[in-house]
């Protein structure tokens, strides 16, 4: 299964801390909502607040991704620039 | 597709910029050039206060002034609900940006807008300024860090509880946010240790120090259609912020991009635009605004001034096993400073098993901060590099022989989660290893410094496009202003496709109603994201061309390749025909289908990060406390350099805003809470004869995910210089300097406190 790995203080508030999850998602999409259904409001936050490393490739929007059940997913703060 | 470096003759090479005559001959029209017919003065009235209620604004002398045409406060703009979206360069809150534009019932920073005016000229307009009668509750103010997270410091706002800790709390704070990043176990890494360090740094404000003042003209017409004319790094940003502000519908805003004098980040946010159209609104003219210094220093954005701890431990062979860093950053009047970013650049390159990061947004009454180049990296970075360099002298080893054994590389994962790929850090350490800078001899008294910076690049929303003249030249359109050379690099991969000269293609900047939705230009995205999106028009064009030769030829298209600007046959069984080039082709666009073109709109993804070498020599004046820069090299993972001298360019200037910040600029504010320094004489940044050249070498290590392999560059290099410069500092006078800037006089207080210790020895 896809694993999903957070990182930082942003999402781990709807985990109650919990920094590493297996999900059944294999579209960022479906991620969104599997989170939600699991943490009320993580999915929320990842839709609009957040980047995504998959396999190691930040997406600032990753709407239309994909991954595989061997996937790692990180849920990133968004990134701007200068 | 992805093109073969060998095979590539335009990517590369150096053409001439092709804004370069208007420029230097001072025809380019900038945002603050800008007149239109009918068009009336506007001018902002500016809190004298760091931290004051707004009691009453009585603006009925000022409007019955002879030439004066409308009069505005934040109640002529909608009362906007506390709404975040993430649209600009960070995650934007429209109410405050609508409180920053004009104050609503506080005022939070000496310099914060209150009123605005429009008049026939701008002297009435001053005039009608100083008529506006303001009362005030004048309030405790708190202008550091530190002092605004004590928990008897005057609070900003009321309705601001910290996010990010638990549980949630019910006392309002001027600590906006906390963050916090973990992998492994950073207390087992530490006592795992052989070898500590760690240190407590501060930097200050720096400002962009752009030399045009933001700057527009807006106009609003009686159909309630509205054009922009300013001076902004994304029109598409303008326009949907200034709808959003006012709202309005964005398709009844037309924004044209003027000529940039610089952003650096500093112009990814609206300040006058929004003020201008309400004042338009109201006198039923084209009003005009423009800063002064004075007022881009006192209300437009620098980046945070912060306060860093960090910590490193390390076996006795120079493996780092644990780090630490906690990071206080500035974020102005209202919540948003760069700490994110902060707290994930600092240990981005390192491979550490066991990290801890916390970070905290914290308001204060200072101007809110706007984006600066690598935002929070260069702070983050600061502290870390300095660590780091304490480091290898604890273990008594080469500061690159460290940084190589413990750098990221392909397959190290981050302390923020992803894993690096496709990455050049070990590439520009083996180059600085190598580069005659680091092997020169030094002369007593001299001291040199090395430090290293990290950047993530981003993609992004871009349209562009590439159409054909009837005579076969090109045109090329971006929907990114051009900041610092992306109307030549777009051009060029256009021409690369094609197969023509880079002269061959004209690059423009259509209005926001002219082309598709680009994200601003910022984060050094546009030659990645914007230009993919060109290079792929460029292509459609191609497959167009080679349709049209099919068709004029009579031959099926499968027969048909381009070649060197031209359709040939693809052999022998193709046909004999004469090559046909573009103007060839273009000639009979009307018989074979009409015009020839193509625009592409795209969402970039597969940026690649970026990371920077620089090694700086200096020479410390100990009776001044000066610090001279005798030679300076910027070594950096470029992916594939597009149009080179732009690329040094970026390094270049990055370098020398980061010497800057380094030594010399810093908010000074007096006992009032008010900026004392408000301008070029007393801000002080680096003028020619305080630099020496500065030698930008280009590692190239293509980004896979972008057809000629480009990387951004804008960014990494603003951030290693105040590492390296106090590294140099500290080997030429043996002082750790903890404070930025490292100004004269902070370095000779540092010598004078150490002087009878050293005397005694």
């Known amino acids: 299964m896809p694993k999903v790995l957070i990182t ?75 | 597709m992805n093109y073969i470096p060998s095979d590539l003759k335009v990517v590369g090479t150096r053409p001439i910029r092709p804004d370069g005559v208007e420029k230097v001959t001072g025809r380019a029209q900038f945002g603050a050039d800008m007149r239109v017919a009918g068009m009336i003065w506007g001018k902002v009235l500016r809190s004298p206060h760091a931290h004051a209620k707004i009691l009453s604004i009585d603006t009925s002398k000022a409007e019955k002034l002879p030439g004066v045409r409308a009069v505005v406060t934040s109640k002529d703009l909608p009362h906007i609900a506390n709404e975040e979206a993430f649209v600009g360069e960070g995650p934007m809150n429209f109410r405050d940006l609508s409180r920053n534009c004009l ?71 001027n600590i906006a946010k906390k963050v916090v990043f973990r992998k492994g176990d950073p207390d087992a890494g530490f006592k795992d240790a052989d070898v500590i360090v760690e240190g407590r740094y501060t930097t200050q404000p720096v400002h962009q120090a752009y030399i045009e003042p933001h700057a527009c003209v807006c106009s609003y017409n009686s159909d309630g259609q509205v054009t922009i004319y300013s001076s902004s790094q ?27 004098g610089g952003g650096f980040g500093g112009k990814t946010l609206v300040y006058l635009e929004p003020v201008a159209i309400a004042l338009s609104k109201k006198s039923g003219r084209p009003v005009k605004m423009q800063m002064t210094r004075d007022e881009v220093f006192r209300a437009s954005g620098p980046t945070s001034g912060a306060t860093i701890e960090v910590k490193l431990g390390a076996k006795k062979d120079g493996t780092i096993v644990a780090a630490q860093e906690i990071l206080k950053y500035q974020a102005g009047a209202f919540p948003g400073s760069p700490i994110g970013p902060g707290c994930m650049c600092g240990f981005a390159m390192y491979d550490i098993p066991n990290v801890d990061v916390v970070g905290y947004d914290v308001v204060s009454n200072r101007p809110k901060v706007a984006a ?66 680091w092997k020169a001899p030094l002369k007593p008294g001299q001291g040199r410094g090395i430090a290293c910076g990290f950047w993530f690049n981003i993609g992004g929303e871009s349209s562009a496009g590439c159409h054909i003249a009837e005579d076969g030249t090109v045109v090329a359109v971006s929907g990114n202003p051009d900041i610092g050379g992306s109307r030549a690099s777009i051009g060029m991969m256009v021409a690369e496709v094609l197969g023509v000269p880079a002269e061959k293609v004209r690059t423009i900047i259509p209005d926001t109603s002219s082309i598709g939705f680009s ?14 999106a060109a290079t792929q028009a460029a292509e459609r064009v191609v497959e167009d061309l ?38 060839a082709i273009a000639t009979k666009a009307g018989r074979t289908g009409g015009p020839i073109g193509a625009e592409v709109s795209l969402n970039a993804q597969g940026a690649g990060p970026g990371f920077g070498v620089h090694i700086v020599d200096v020479e410390v004046d100990h009776e001044t406390g000066a610090v001279k820069i005798l030679r300076y090299t910027a070594i950096q993972d470029v992916g594939k350099a597009i149009h080179p001298s732009y690329v040094e360019g970026q390094i270049q200037g990055g370098a020398a805003q980061g010497i800057g910040w380094a030594l010399n600029e810093e908010y000074i504010y007096d006992k009032n809470g008010k900026m004392d320094n408000a301008g070029f ?25 972008h057809p000629f392999g480009a990387r951004g560059v804008g960014e990494v290099p603003i951030i290693p210089p105040m590492a390296a410069i106090g590294n140099a500092i500290r080997s030429a006078t043996g002082l750790r300097m903890h404070d930025l800037p490292m100004s004269p006089p902070k370095v000779r207080a540092a010598l004078d406190a150490v002087a009878p210790k050293m005397a005694a020895e």
């Open chain 1, 8 to 82: 930082g203080s942003a999402c781990q508030r709807f985990t109650g801390g919990r920094s590493e999850l297996e999900v059944s998602a294999t579209t960022f999409r479906r991620l969104v909502l599997e989170l939600e259904q699991r943490f009320p409001g993580l999915g929320k936050q990842v839709e609009e607040g957040m980047a995504v490393a998959i396999d190691g490739e930040i997406f600032q929007d990753a709407y239309s991704a994909t991954f595989g059940p061997d996937s790692e997913v990180v849920l990133i703060p968004k990134i701007g620039g200068g």
């Open chain 2, 103 to 173: 104050a609503w019932d506080k005022a939070l920073y000496e310099g914060h807008a209150i009123a605005a005016v429009a008049a026939n000229s701008q002297a009435i307009a001053d005039a009608a300024i100083a008529l506006i009668d303001v009362k005030y509750e004048v309030l405790p103010y708190v202008i550091d860090v530190e002092d605004a997270m004590a928990d008897n410091a005057p609070i900003l706002h009321e309705d601001l509880f910290t996010a990010g800790v638990e549980p949630k709390p019910t006392k309002p704070s």
């Open chain 2, 234 to 260: 994304g029109h598409f940003m303008v326009r949907a912020y200034c709808a959003k502000l006012l709202g309005l519908n964005i398709s009844n805003i037309r924004a044209v991009a003027m000529e940039i």
């Open chain 2, 372 to 437: 600066y180049r690598a935002p929070g990296a260069p702070i983050s970075s600061w502290a870390v590099e300095c660590a780091v360099d304490d480091l290898a002298r604890k273990l008594g080893v080469d500061p690159i022989a460290l940084r190589e054994q413990n750098g990221a590389r392909n397959g190290t994962k981050t302390h923020y989660g992803p894993t690096h790929q496709n990455i050049g850090f070990l590439a520009t350490l083996e180059a600085a290893k190598n580069h005659a800078h």
């Open chain 2, 519 to 532: 994200f601003l230009t910022g984060g050094s995205r546009v030659t990645f994201a914007t230009g993919m």
């Open chain 2, 546 to 583: 080679k349709r049209r030769a099919a068709q004029i030829w009579e031959i099926p298209v499968e027969a048909v390749e381009w070649k060197d600007g031209q359709a040939v046959p693809a052999g022998s069984n193709a046909g004999a025909f004469e090559p046909l080039d573009i103007a």
């Open chain 2, 681 to 705: 004489l007393d801000y002080r940044v680096p003028v020619a004869s305080d630099m020496p050249m500065i030698e930008a070498v280009m590692v190239e290590i293509p980004n896979p995910r």
